[in-house]
Protein backbone atom coordinates (compact mmCIF):
# COMPACT_ATOMS: atom_id res chain seq x y z
CA UNK A 1 0.00 0.00 0.00
CA UNK A 2 1.59 3.12 -1.23
CA UNK A 3 1.58 6.47 1.11
CA UNK A 4 -1.49 7.50 -1.03
CA UNK A 5 -3.72 4.94 -0.91
CA UNK A 6 -2.89 4.78 3.18
CA UNK A 7 -3.90 8.44 3.16
CA UNK A 8 -7.17 7.71 1.08
CA UNK A 9 -8.08 5.16 3.42
CA UNK A 10 -7.36 7.50 6.40
CA UNK A 11 -9.50 9.83 4.73
CA UNK A 12 -12.86 7.23 4.06
CA UNK A 13 -12.25 6.34 7.73
CA UNK A 14 -12.76 9.91 8.73
CA UNK A 15 -15.63 10.46 6.56
CA UNK A 16 -17.23 7.22 7.75
CA UNK A 17 -16.62 8.65 11.50
CA UNK A 18 -18.06 11.48 10.62
CA UNK A 19 -21.41 10.41 9.36
CA UNK A 20 -22.12 7.94 11.96
CA UNK A 21 -21.45 10.97 14.45
CA UNK A 22 -23.52 12.64 11.93
CA UNK A 23 -26.26 10.26 11.90
CA UNK A 24 -25.96 9.86 15.81
CA UNK A 25 -26.40 13.59 16.40
CA UNK A 26 -29.26 13.62 14.54
CA UNK A 27 -31.32 10.74 15.57
CA UNK A 28 -30.54 12.02 18.54
CA UNK A 29 -32.04 15.67 17.78
CA UNK A 30 -34.80 13.93 16.06
CA UNK A 31 -35.48 11.78 19.34
CA UNK A 32 -35.31 14.96 21.58
CA UNK A 33 -37.94 16.88 19.34
CA UNK A 34 -40.13 14.06 19.27
CA UNK A 35 -40.34 13.88 23.26
CA UNK A 36 -40.67 17.73 23.26
CA UNK A 37 -43.87 17.10 21.32
CA UNK A 38 -45.16 14.06 23.39
CA UNK A 39 -44.17 16.48 26.64
CA UNK A 40 -46.08 19.45 25.00
CA UNK A 41 -49.30 17.14 23.52
CA UNK A 42 -49.17 15.43 26.67
CA UNK A 43 -49.41 18.91 28.82
CA UNK A 44 -52.31 20.39 26.44
CA UNK A 45 -54.75 16.76 26.72
CA UNK A 46 -53.93 16.61 30.66
CA UNK A 47 -52.91 13.12 30.43
CA UNK A 48 -50.59 11.67 33.51
CA UNK A 49 -47.74 9.82 33.10
CA UNK A 50 -45.88 8.54 35.95
CA UNK A 51 -41.74 8.82 36.70
CA UNK A 52 -41.36 5.24 35.46
CA UNK A 53 -43.31 5.28 32.43
CA UNK A 54 -41.69 8.45 31.43
CA UNK A 55 -37.87 6.48 31.73
CA UNK A 56 -39.91 3.77 29.87
CA UNK A 57 -40.40 6.06 27.64
CA UNK A 58 -37.26 7.97 27.26
CA UNK A 59 -35.01 4.63 26.75
CA UNK A 60 -37.51 3.09 24.44
CA UNK A 61 -37.08 6.44 22.08
CA UNK A 62 -33.38 6.11 22.32
CA UNK A 63 -33.03 2.55 21.86
CA UNK A 64 -35.66 2.23 18.98
CA UNK A 65 -36.47 5.39 17.17
CA UNK A 66 -32.81 4.58 15.15
CA UNK A 67 -34.27 1.33 13.90
CA UNK A 68 -37.12 2.45 11.50
CA UNK A 69 -35.29 5.50 10.74
CA UNK A 70 -32.13 3.33 9.73
CA UNK A 71 -34.68 0.99 8.13
CA UNK A 72 -35.66 4.09 5.64
CA UNK A 73 -32.51 5.78 5.33
CA UNK A 74 -31.49 2.02 3.43
CA UNK A 75 -34.29 1.97 1.31
CA UNK A 76 -33.57 5.49 0.36
CA UNK A 77 -29.77 5.51 0.02
CA UNK A 78 -28.89 1.69 -0.15
CA UNK A 79 -27.23 2.57 3.38
CA UNK A 80 -27.91 3.10 7.00
CA UNK A 81 -26.16 6.35 6.91
CA UNK A 82 -28.41 9.90 6.54
CA UNK A 83 -27.28 11.48 3.12
CA UNK A 84 -25.33 14.30 3.98
CA UNK A 85 -26.24 18.32 3.19
CA UNK A 86 -29.49 19.92 2.53
CA UNK A 87 -30.76 18.49 -0.29
CA UNK A 88 -34.42 17.46 -1.06
CA UNK A 89 -33.90 13.66 -0.39
CA UNK A 90 -31.88 14.12 2.89
CA UNK A 91 -34.92 16.66 4.22
CA UNK A 92 -37.39 13.82 3.22
CA UNK A 93 -35.87 11.60 5.25
CA UNK A 94 -35.46 13.83 8.34
CA UNK A 95 -39.00 14.26 7.91
CA UNK A 96 -39.97 10.35 7.64
CA UNK A 97 -37.66 9.89 10.80
CA UNK A 98 -39.53 12.19 12.72
CA UNK A 99 -42.57 10.84 11.73
CA UNK A 100 -41.28 7.52 12.67
CA UNK A 101 -39.99 8.37 16.01
CA UNK A 102 -43.55 10.10 17.00
CA UNK A 103 -45.40 7.46 16.44
CA UNK A 104 -43.29 4.88 17.90
CA UNK A 105 -43.63 6.89 20.65
CA UNK A 106 -46.82 7.39 21.01
CA UNK A 107 -47.56 3.61 20.63
CA UNK A 108 -45.50 3.45 23.67
CA UNK A 109 -47.39 6.11 25.50
CA UNK A 110 -50.76 4.39 24.46
CA UNK A 111 -49.45 1.20 26.24
CA UNK A 112 -47.67 2.99 29.13
CA UNK A 113 -50.18 5.98 29.97
CA UNK A 114 -52.57 4.94 32.89
CA UNK A 115 -56.32 6.16 32.04
CA UNK A 116 -55.93 9.66 32.80
CA UNK A 117 -57.86 10.17 36.14
CA UNK A 118 -60.15 13.19 36.37
CA UNK A 119 -58.74 13.89 40.06
CA UNK A 120 -54.90 15.05 39.78
CA UNK A 121 -54.14 15.97 43.28
CA UNK A 122 -51.48 13.34 45.02
CA UNK A 123 -52.91 10.51 46.41
CA UNK A 124 -50.62 11.39 49.36
CA UNK A 125 -52.24 14.26 49.94
CA UNK A 126 -55.31 12.97 50.71
CA UNK A 127 -55.08 10.10 52.64
CA UNK A 128 -52.63 12.20 55.13
CA UNK A 129 -55.80 14.38 54.91
CA UNK A 130 -57.75 11.59 56.10
CA UNK A 131 -55.64 10.18 58.55
CA UNK A 132 -55.88 13.95 60.20
CA UNK A 133 -59.73 13.35 60.41
CA UNK A 134 -59.70 10.41 62.18
CA UNK A 135 -57.04 11.70 65.06
CA UNK A 136 -59.76 14.94 64.86
CA UNK A 137 -62.23 12.49 65.03
CA UNK A 138 -60.42 11.03 68.20
CA UNK A 139 -60.06 14.51 69.89
CA UNK A 140 -62.91 15.31 69.56
CA UNK A 141 -64.45 12.09 71.41
CA UNK A 142 -62.25 12.91 74.27
CA UNK A 143 -63.25 16.78 74.40
CA UNK A 144 -66.76 16.28 73.88
CA UNK A 145 -66.83 17.48 69.81
CA UNK A 146 -64.66 20.20 70.37
CA UNK A 147 -61.96 20.66 67.58
CA UNK A 148 -58.55 20.76 67.93
CA UNK A 149 -57.18 24.21 68.11
CA UNK A 150 -54.19 23.85 66.60
CA UNK A 151 -52.03 21.00 64.39
CA UNK A 152 -49.76 20.77 67.45
CA UNK A 153 -51.87 19.47 70.25
CA UNK A 154 -53.08 16.56 67.92
CA UNK A 155 -48.75 15.82 67.67
CA UNK A 156 -48.42 16.83 71.14
CA UNK A 157 -51.03 14.18 72.69
CA UNK A 158 -50.68 11.44 70.11
CA UNK A 159 -53.51 11.43 68.66
CA UNK A 160 -51.35 11.76 65.50
CA UNK A 161 -49.52 8.99 65.32
CA UNK A 162 -46.76 10.18 62.80
CA UNK A 163 -45.97 13.66 62.44
CA UNK A 164 -44.96 13.71 59.02
CA UNK A 165 -48.82 12.88 58.55
CA UNK A 166 -48.92 16.71 58.33
CA UNK A 167 -46.67 16.97 55.39
CA UNK A 168 -47.80 16.66 52.22
CA UNK A 169 -45.04 14.53 49.96
CA UNK A 170 -44.66 16.79 47.08
CA UNK A 171 -44.32 20.33 48.81
CA UNK A 172 -41.71 19.07 51.65
CA UNK A 173 -40.71 23.11 52.00
CA UNK A 174 -43.88 23.92 53.27
CA UNK A 175 -43.67 26.73 56.10
CA UNK A 176 -44.41 25.85 59.55
CA UNK A 177 -48.00 25.83 60.81
CA UNK A 178 -49.08 28.48 63.31
CA UNK A 179 -48.47 26.69 66.62
CA UNK A 180 -50.62 28.82 69.30
CA UNK A 181 -53.97 28.48 66.84
CA UNK A 182 -55.50 28.38 63.30
CA UNK A 183 -53.43 29.63 60.70
CA UNK B 1 -38.34 11.25 71.50
CA UNK B 2 -40.35 13.87 73.54
CA UNK B 3 -43.91 14.65 71.61
CA UNK B 4 -44.05 18.26 72.73
CA UNK B 5 -40.26 18.67 70.76
CA UNK B 6 -41.70 17.76 67.33
CA UNK B 7 -43.03 20.89 65.29
CA UNK B 8 -46.33 20.12 63.59
CA UNK B 9 -44.63 21.49 60.25
CA UNK B 10 -47.56 21.17 58.18
CA UNK B 11 -48.08 21.19 53.79
CA UNK B 12 -51.67 22.39 55.10
CA UNK B 13 -53.59 24.97 56.56
CA UNK B 14 -55.78 24.36 59.21
CA UNK B 15 -58.93 26.29 60.30
CA UNK B 16 -60.32 26.41 63.60
CA UNK B 17 -63.81 27.05 63.24
CA UNK B 18 -66.13 29.51 65.49
CA UNK B 19 -67.86 27.16 68.03
CA UNK B 20 -71.54 28.20 67.01
CA UNK B 21 -70.88 27.58 63.65
CA UNK B 22 -72.15 23.83 62.25
CA UNK B 23 -69.53 21.08 61.48
CA UNK B 24 -71.14 20.18 58.61
CA UNK B 25 -69.60 18.77 55.14
CA UNK B 26 -69.54 22.12 53.81
CA UNK B 27 -66.88 23.67 55.79
CA UNK B 28 -63.16 23.05 55.09
CA UNK B 29 -61.30 22.73 58.09
CA UNK B 30 -57.43 21.46 56.39
CA UNK B 31 -56.74 21.92 53.01
CA UNK B 32 -53.17 21.91 50.72
CA UNK B 33 -51.18 25.11 51.39
CA UNK B 34 -50.69 25.27 47.39
CA UNK B 35 -52.03 24.23 44.33
CA UNK B 36 -50.55 23.52 41.01
CA UNK B 37 -51.34 25.35 37.85
CA UNK B 38 -51.65 22.40 35.97
CA UNK B 39 -54.57 20.58 38.15
CA UNK B 40 -55.35 22.95 40.55
CA UNK B 41 -57.06 20.24 42.81
CA UNK B 42 -56.70 21.22 46.10
CA UNK B 43 -57.46 17.98 48.83
CA UNK B 44 -59.84 19.58 51.72
CA UNK B 45 -60.55 18.14 55.22
CA UNK B 46 -63.98 18.89 55.89
CA UNK B 47 -65.86 19.60 59.16
CA UNK B 48 -67.37 16.90 59.09
CA UNK B 49 -64.14 14.99 59.12
CA UNK B 50 -64.68 13.64 55.02
CA UNK B 51 -61.92 14.53 53.12
CA UNK B 52 -61.68 15.02 49.00
CA UNK B 53 -60.53 17.12 46.06
CA UNK B 54 -61.67 20.54 45.35
CA UNK B 55 -61.35 22.71 42.33
CA UNK B 56 -58.28 25.59 43.55
CA UNK B 57 -61.00 28.53 42.52
CA UNK B 58 -64.42 26.55 44.36
CA UNK B 59 -62.39 25.95 47.46
CA UNK B 60 -61.11 30.03 47.52
CA UNK B 61 -64.95 30.58 46.39
CA UNK B 62 -65.83 28.28 49.54
CA UNK B 63 -63.71 29.87 51.68
CA UNK B 64 -64.83 33.45 51.37
CA UNK B 65 -68.52 32.35 51.70
CA UNK B 66 -67.64 30.78 54.77
CA UNK B 67 -65.05 33.25 56.34
CA UNK B 68 -67.43 33.85 58.99
CA UNK B 69 -67.39 30.59 60.25
CA UNK B 70 -63.64 31.03 61.02
CA UNK B 71 -61.99 32.23 64.25
CA UNK B 72 -59.42 34.30 62.46
CA UNK B 73 -59.10 34.78 58.84
CA UNK B 74 -57.72 31.80 57.16
CA UNK B 75 -55.09 31.62 54.81
CA UNK B 76 -55.93 31.00 51.18
CA UNK B 77 -53.83 28.08 49.42
CA UNK B 78 -51.76 29.31 46.34
CA UNK B 79 -50.30 28.51 42.90
CA UNK B 80 -47.51 26.49 43.43
CA UNK B 81 -43.89 27.31 42.59
CA UNK B 82 -42.69 26.30 39.29
CA UNK B 83 -40.29 24.27 40.62
CA UNK B 84 -42.46 21.89 42.61
CA UNK B 85 -45.28 22.00 39.63
CA UNK B 86 -42.99 20.20 37.68
CA UNK B 87 -41.81 18.15 39.97
CA UNK B 88 -45.33 16.73 41.52
CA UNK B 89 -46.40 16.89 38.22
CA UNK B 90 -43.20 13.97 37.17
CA UNK B 91 -43.61 12.34 40.12
CA UNK B 92 -47.38 11.28 40.37
CA UNK B 93 -48.73 8.47 38.26
Given amino acids: MTPVDGQKDTGQANRATHATTRHALRSLALEALVLAAVILLCLNISCHISLRSWIAVIITLVAAAGIPTSIYALLVFGDFRYSSGGSFTARITS ?6 AALWAFVWLALLVPTPRADHSPPTCLSHLKGIGLAIGMYQIDYGGLMPPNLQVLINE ?3 K ?3 DLRCLFFPDAPPVDRHGPS | MDRHDVDATSSFVYALPKPGCALDATLPVMWDKRATRFHPNVAVL ?5 AGRVAFSDLITLLDS ?3 CYAR ?3 KPVIASKKWEWLRWLIQG
Avoid at chain 1, 95 to 100: D, Q
Avoid at chain 2, 46 to 50: E, I, M, P, S, T
Wanted: glycine share 4%.
Fill in chain 1, 95 to 100: IAAVVF
Fill in chain 1, 158 to 160: GYA
Fill in chain 1, 162 to 164: DPD
Fill in chain 2, 46 to 50: FADLH
Fill in chain 2, 66 to 68: KAS
Fill in chain 2, 73 to 75: PVV
